[in-house]
């Protein structure tokens, strides 16, 4: 069952279109993944039961290279849609010159509004930290290139992103895509002028510090995402998550903050423009 639509209008600032619909091939071990692929759903049909609760728009993010191809394409045809492209931490060992020069072409096109996922993962070994740390600071250049938002994935590593994003020299534009982080990091990235994008699990009982991050967020500072179809809001944890449960998750930032939801919406929908561009 769907939840209330909202009052207002509000868009989904980061899911895998792609893998809702199968496009990607999930590993044994990717239970999610495999369950979302379990379900016969389309684009359209995504779009259509986001609309139907108020979330207007999504922006579907690149991982690798295929994807960030998918997606920058499904920006294309699709009204609603825009993307991000980029190599994920995870997949760090695969950012050679040629395809960082292809991302950095996807990321130019006027429909793709991102630069990312990208950042630290140090729960994975899946790629070495100098691997990481390469990918993303080539992936920060890019985004300073191409005039688009930084959307970094942060699992583990807070503390090093910051440091990176300073000696780098971050781009106008950062978002920390489904936030992590205490009332202390959201408190830094306040100070910086950063994005935190939160996603489910700021509903989640256990998860307190996100709840206590959200509080120091201002208004102008927040964003709402799935993530989908990872990382669903109570009371649909277990299950693929998709656009259309957006409003569990605004609602739950709306108590946390004191505001209404429609208002929060119409902040988020306003910061969207800010940090993707005019829809």
């Known amino acids: 069952m769907a939840p209330e639509p909202l009052g207002g209008e509000v868009f989904d600032s980061h899911c895998h279109l792609d893998i809702m619909v199968g496009n990607r091939q999930a590993s044994s071990g990717d239970a999610v993944a495999l369950a979302a692929q379990a379900v016969s759903t389309t684009v359209e049909g995504i779009l259509a039961d986001a609309r139907a609760v108020g979330v207007t728009r999504v922006v579907s993010i690149g991982y690798d290279l295929p994807s960030s191809r998918w997606n920058a394409d499904a920006a294309e045809q699709y009204r609603d849609v825009y993307a991000g492209v980029a190599i994920h931490p995870n997949e760090a060992h695969e950012?050679?010159?040629?395809?960082?020069?292809?991302?950095?072409?996807?990321?130019?096109?006027?429909?793709?509004?991102?630069?990312?996922?990208?950042?630290?993962?140090y729960y994975r070994d899946w790629a070495t930290k100098e691997e990481q740390h390469a990918s993303f600071r080539a992936h920060i250049e890019i985004a300073k290139r191409t005039g688009k938002a930084l959307v970094i994935h942060d699992r583990d590593a807070h503390d090093d992103v910051l440091r990176v994003l300073a000696e780098a020299?971050?781009?106008?534009?950062?978002?920390?895509?489904?936030?992590?982080?205490?009332?202390?990091?959201?408190?830094?990235?306040?100070?910086?002028?950063?994005?935190?994008?939160?996603?489910?699990?700021?509903?989640?009982?256990?998860?307190?510090?996100?709840?206590?991050?959200?509080?120091?967020?201002?208004?102008?500072?927040?964003?709402?995402?799935?993530?989908?179809?990872?990382?669903?809001?109570?009371?649909?944890?277990?299950?693929?998550?998709?656009?259309?449960?957006?409003?569990?998750?605004?609602?739950?930032?709306?108590?946390?903050?004191?505001?209404?939801?429609?208002?929060?919406?119409?902040?988020?929908?306003?910061?969207?423009?800010?940090?993707?561009g005019a829809w």
């Not at 950012?95 to 993962?121: F, H, K, M, N």
């Not at 700021?202 to 102008?220: D, F, H, M, S």
């Open 95 to 121: 950012a050679t010159p040629e395809v960082l020069d292809e991302i950095e072409e996807l990321a130019g096109e006027s429909r793709v509004r991102a630069v990312g996922e990208t950042g630290l993962d």
């Open 169 to 276: 020299g971050a781009p106008e534009v950062v978002v920390f895509h489904s936030f992590s982080g205490d009332s202390e990091m959201a408190k830094k990235c306040v100070d910086a002028g950063y994005f935190m994008s939160f996603s489910g699990p700021v509903t989640y009982k256990n998860a307190g510090y996100l709840r206590e991050a959200a509080q120091v967020a201002p208004p102008e500072l927040i964003l709402v995402e799935t993530d989908a179809p990872y990382l669903p809001p109570v009371p649909y944890r277990g299950k693929p998550n998709a656009p259309y449960l957006i409003p569990l998750t605004l609602r739950c930032l709306a108590e946390v903050k004191n505001v209404s939801p429609d208002a929060l919406a119409a902040q988020i929908n306003a910061n969207g423009e800010t940090v993707f």
